[in-house]
């Protein structure tokens, strides 16, 4: 049974930083890729950022400069080290686990809240 486990969300100052992470296990035929999408309330899910096996990333633009996503392949571990945020930052954070066969699989959220 595939399992992701996600931690490091809280409420934090503009201009703060957080570093979330997201261990996963149960994945029998190894994991692809890793990443993070966000949820605002009323809006659909976006990326946020994600890396692939051969540690290939991509952004998105809003996040650029500022947000450094990692990898612990021994781990299979993702870490998305979020600074200079900002009150559209604020969301729900999903970590996503493709692996090389079967369908995505989902954590269950982590709020990040951004507020003076």
């Known amino acids: 049974q595939v399992r992701l486990v996600e931690s490091g969300g809280g409420l934090v100052q503009p201009g703060g930083s957080l570093r979330l992470s997201c261990a996963a296990s149960g994945v029998i035929f190894g994991i692809d890729v890793m990443g993070w999408y966000r949820q605002a309330p009323g809006k659909q899910r976006d990326l946020v950022a994600t890396i692939t096996t051969g540690g290939n990333t991509n952004y998105a633009d809003s996040v650029k400069g500022r947000f450094t996503i990692s990898r612990e392949y021994a781990k299979n571990t993702v870490y998305l080290q979020m600074n200079a945020l900002k009150p559209e930052d604020t969301a729900v954070y999903y970590c996503?686990?493709?692996?090389?066969?079967?369908?995505?699989?989902w954590g269950q959220g982590t709020q990040v809240t951004v507020s003076a």
């Open positions: 996503m686990v493709r692996p090389f066969v079967t369908a995505d699989y």
